[in-house]
T-cell receptor, first 113, second 115 residues
Framework: NAGVTQTPKFQVLKTGQSMTLQCAQD?????MSWYRQDPGMGLRLIHY???????DQGEVPNGYNVSRSTTEDFPLRLLSAAPSQTSVYFC????????????FGEGSRLTVL | AQSVTQLGSHVSVSEGALVLLRCNYS??????LFWYVQYPNQGLQLLLK??????LVKGINGFEAEFKKSETSFHLTKPSAHMSDAAEYFC?????????????FGQGTTLQVKP
């Protein structure tokens, strides 16, 4: 069982470049989300989705776009990367919007120069 | 809005000693609370959760947490630390309205276990 798969695991960008972090889950989970992890800040919610075609903003959405065209995939787009977006990004999914376990991918480490 | 605060960014204990990681929450509605663990270079895994049933919650790997409404706390404990418990621990609260599914995390506490 693959669970939540994130690609790439590592990426280096120059300021102003764009890129997409991919997230796919094979558990038929309705709920998917993106977090960024920074030292001393814990995990902060960027965007989330409660089902295909439905997305909403989290705590720190500026500079990021998302879409949810299928149940399985939830890509995170950086349109014009900035050094402040250097971080470790985690995708997580859950069966529904209730209190079940949130399953995390292994993370994508992004450095913006 | 719901939030959690973890007291102490680093905790160091000797192997075999009691582990106590502190978490306080703020919530205008009855909270749903969680503890997650992150091992180096991995994603987070659920340790345990409180969903308004028993106030003492038992989780995996010998961890447990007690929900105390009067103290707005949900501290994580383990009677005897193992070297394998060294990791970063996150307290979290389910945020927003009931149909958003958002999970709001604390800042994290790094647990060091000394031999």
């Amino acid at each position: 069982n693959a669970g939540v798969t994130q690609t790439p695991k590592f990426q280096v960008l120059k300021t102003g470049q764009s890129m997409t972090l991919q997230c796919a889950q094979d558990m038929n989970h309705e709920y998917m989300s993106w977090y960024r992890q920074d030292p001393g800040m814990g995990l902060r919610l960027i965007h989330y989705s409660v089902g295909a075609g439905i997305t909403d903003q989290g705590e720190v959405p500026n500079g990021y776009n998302v879409s949810r065209s299928t149940t399985e995939d939830f890509p995170l787009r950086l349109l014009s990367a900035a050094p402040s977006q250097t971080s470790v990004y985690f995708c997580a999914s859950r069966l529904g919007v209730g209190t079940g376990e949130l399953f995390f991918g292994e993370g994508s480490r992004l450095t913006v120069l | 809005a719901q939030s959690v605060t973890q007291l102490g960014s680093h905790v160091s204990v000797s192997e075999g000693a009691l582990v106590l990681l502190r978490c306080n929450y703020s919530s205008s509605v009855p909270p749903y609370l969680f503890w997650y663990v992150q091992y180096p270079n991995q994603g987070l895994q659920l340790l345990l959760k409180y969903t308004s049933a028993a106030t003492l919650v038992k989780g995996i790997n010998g961890f447990e947490a007690e929900f105390k409404k009067s103290e707005t706390s949900f501290h994580l404990t383990k009677p005897s630390a193992h070297m394998s418990d060294a990791a970063e621990y996150f307290c979290a609260v389910k945020g927003g309205s009931s149909n958003t599914g958002k999970l709001i995390f604390g800042q994290g506490t790094t647990l060091q276990v000394k031999p």
